[in-house]
């Protein structure tokens, strides 16, 4: 069975940093995009970053360019986002989803993704 599982969620301060792990089990991710998404109460679903190990291509969206990094340990088949310089405006749920046909110019979207995990609440407050 396919499964995504987020952790590392919590509560940072204005400039801080949180590391998220997506742990996937079921599937082997040299086969699969991976993407993180988040969202805030009241806003859809927006994507973050995504990576694949086929391509070795990783792609920000403009918001968090330059702060966060989106890596991947196929080896413990896991995904994780560093997230740095944080700021209240980060704080949302975030997910990770699987997809294995992602194209790499739609990385970004929510409707290339297959599977999802449950999400990790990650809030930025002083």
């Known amino acids: 069975q396919l499964q995504l599982v987020e952790s590392g969620g919590g509560l940072a301060q204005p400039g801080g940093s949180l590391r998220l792990s997506c742990v996937a089990s079921?599937?082997?991710?040299?086969?699969?995009?991976i993407g993180w998404f988040r969202q805030a109460p009241g806003k859809e679903r927006e994507g973050v970053s995504c990576?694949?190990?086929?391509?070795?291509?990783?792609t920000y969206s403009d918001s968090v360019r330059g702060r966060f990094t989106i890596s991947m340990d196929t080896a413990k088949n896991t995904v994780y986002l560093q997230m740095n310089s944080l700021n209240p405006e980060d704080t949302a749920v975030y997910f990770c989803?699987?997809?294995?046909?992602?194209?790499?110019?739609?990385?970004?979207?929510?409707?290339?993704?297959?599977?999802w995990g449950q999400g990790t609440q990650v809030t930025v407050s002083s």
């Open positions: 989803a699987a997809g294995p046909g992602v194209v790499p110019s739609r990385g970004l979207e929510t409707d290339e993704y297959d599977y």
């Open positions: 079921g599937f082997n991710l040299d086969y699969y995009a």
């Open positions: 990576i694949s190990s086929f391509d070795v291509k990783e």
